[in-house]
């Protein structure tokens, strides 16, 4: 079966230092990976979304890449601010549907002073 | 403010109560979904409606009835449900193609006695 994988436990960083996230996946041949933020009792927001035919894309502090190869996409904030502490979730197309997503459990970022 | 519009943002109900959740948007999109959250856990897809018709429905139990009345409305009809349904339920709408973003509301927060 179809399986997203993030870092299960929360990253707490120091403010100005990056946070790295990880987003594995099994069992899949997607087009495009997406990234959202989500803050407590919010809805996600979308961040960047990336294809299968790029290495990497970057936006303001974020940067994000997409190994096929290794299935596997890192999430990159440099100059960590405490406004980053939320829940980033990594997402794909479902099998079924190409515009419809499944996501992964998130990773929940601490970002401290 | 979100781009997509959720209403009401509680609701309490028991559970031989009939109720309805109401999502809409105004960006043009012609895909709208809706998704159960439970706390700490990724949202799950419930319904895809594509150019208002049901596209994927995602084995979700009868209790639960979409309807897209038009391309901007999306509601669901809420009937006999279970105090495991207790969630937050996520509307979120995007273009009908492959790579394009989903738009959340921020949800309604459901609590069944």
């Known amino acids: 079966s179809q399986k997203i994988e993030q870092n299960s436990e929360a990253l707490n960083i120091q403010e100005g230092k990056t946070a790295t996230l990880t987003c594995n996946y099994t069992n899949y041949s997607p087009a495009y990976l997406q990234w959202y933020r989500q803050d407590p009792g919010r809805g996600p927001v979308f961040l960047l979304l990336?294809?299968?035919?790029?290495k990497e894309k970057r936006k303001e502090r974020l940067k994000v890449t997409f190994d096929t190869t290794l299935k596997q996409s890192l999430f990159h904030i440099t100059a960590s601010q405490p406004a980053d502490s939320a829940t980033y979730l990594c997402?794909?197309?479902?099998?079924?549907?190409?515009?419809?997503?499944?996501f992964g459990k998130g990773t929940s970022l601490l970002v401290t002073p | 403010d979100t781009e997509v519009t959720q209403t009401p943002k509680h609701l309490v109900m028991g559970m031989t109560n009939k109720k309805s959740l109401k999502c809409e948007q105004h960006m043009g999109h012609r895909a709208m979904y809706w998704y159960k959250q439970k706390a700490k856990k990724p949202p799950e897809l419930m319904f895809v409606?594509?150019?208002?018709?049901?596209?994927i429905n995602e084995s979700v139990p009868s209790r639960f009835s979409p309807e897209c009345p038009n391309s901007s409305l999306l509601n669901l009809h809420l009937h006999a449900l279970q105090p495991e349904d207790s969630a937050l339920y996520l509307c979120a709408s995007s273009q009908v193609h492959k790579d394009q973003p989903q738009h959340f509301g921020d949800g309604t927060r459901l609590s069944i006695l």
């Open positions: 990336i294809r299968e035919n790029e």
């Open positions: 997402a794909l197309p479902m099998s079924n549907s190409g515009y419809a997503l499944n």
């Open positions: 409606y594509s150019y208002e018709k049901l596209s």
